[in-house]
């Protein structure tokens, strides 16, 4: 049977993806809290990370787990490159040594947003905040160790766990009458899930030999959604989607400027990513991201926050 290691299962993609994970064999979770449950694996301290892979000796090493604090970042950039930077290539490292394979996600933030079309994986990364530039740092850490790996790139992943602007949303619709939302950078919502179920679609193509097969296929991919829309739209759509609607005290959604709502990091203005390169490769369609975000708030329970 098949051992994967996962990383950061308690966040809101690693909970997903050890959920559907688990069809394709036996998954070990390990986690920074000591209290979580699996094994205790701190991405800002090495040494727990190469103790952990080589007690497991995992077939797979799957890292959805990072520093996501965006704006925090700015403030904590050796914690961020630490975690984002330096972590992934350990992990390389140690993969490398007992003959594993990596899956690790990435950002659309490692782009500076001043492109007018989708970015494909062939275009030059040019961060612009602390965490777009560790969550690179990452990638070229991996890369540079030589492992069988995919780097998947994903971009505004929501979910019904964590910290997430789907959840802001709604928790202010129920507390505000009137929300400002910037309408000027524009991007793919994409729903945790989907990214988990993307994910084990393409680990079951390589069951009978999987190092084999992220060794014939290793390199960077797009994974988001279908479609684009801004901030602002991606919350009009919350709201219109909203099953618990009765609850909402907003009147009044309102589009605003960049420079309206300044945040310690820079954001890109376009960071929407060409996903062609995955659904060729793979063989697998990528939903709309109003399809998703319909289907992922039929789950929803009727209190948010």
């Known amino acids: 049977m098949t051992r994967i290691l996962l990383t950061g299962s308690t966040g809101q993609v690693g909970w997903e993806v050890q959920r559907t994970l688990m069809s394709l064999g036996e998954v070990i979770t390990a986690g920074r809290e000591v209290s979580s449950p699996g094994l205790h694996m701190d991405l800002a301290q090495p040494d727990t990370i190469r103790h952990v892979i080589r007690e497991v000796q995992p077939d797979l090493i799957v890292n959805p787990a990072a520093y996501t604090a965006v704006d925090k ?37 490692v782009f500076n947003g001043t492109q007018a079309k989708p970015y494909t994986e062939e275009d030059e990364p040019d961060p612009q905040n602390i965490y777009g530039k560790t969550k690179l740092a990452g990638e070229k850490a991996i890369q540079a160790v030589n492992v069988p790996h995919l780097i998947v790139r994903t971009s505004w992943v929501y979910g019904l766990r964590g910290k997430n602007f789907l959840l802001t949303m709604l928790k202010l619709a129920r507390e505000r009458e009137e929300l400002k939302v910037v309408d000027d ?31 014939s296929n290793s ?37 605003i400027p960049t420079d309206q709502y300044p945040t310690p990091a820079k954001r890109p203005a376009y960071s929407s990513l060409d996903t062609h390169k995955i659904t060729s490769t793979f063989g697998f369609y990528l939903q709309y991201w109003q399809s998703n975000l319909e289907l992922c708030l039929t789950e929803i329970p009727e209190k948010i926050g």
Do not use: C
């Open 185 to 215: 950078q524009v991007g793919a919502p994409t729903w945790s899930r989907m990214i988990a179920e993307s994910t084990a679609n393409i680990l079951s193509q390589g069951t009978e030999d999987l190092v084999g097969f992220l060794s």
């Open 73 to 109: 970042a700015e403030t904590e950039p050796d914690l961020a490159m630490a975690v984002n930077g330096t972590a992934p290539g350990v992990i390389a490292e140690e993969a490398k040594l007992i003959g594993a394979g990596i899956i690790h996600y990435s950002t659309d933030y």
């Open 219 to 255: 390199g960077i991919y797009h994974l988001t959604a279908t479609g684009q829309t801004s901030w602002y739209g991606f919350a009009k759509a919350i709201f219109e989607y909203d099953p618990n609607l009765s609850q909402q005290k907003l009147k009044n959604l309102v589009a």
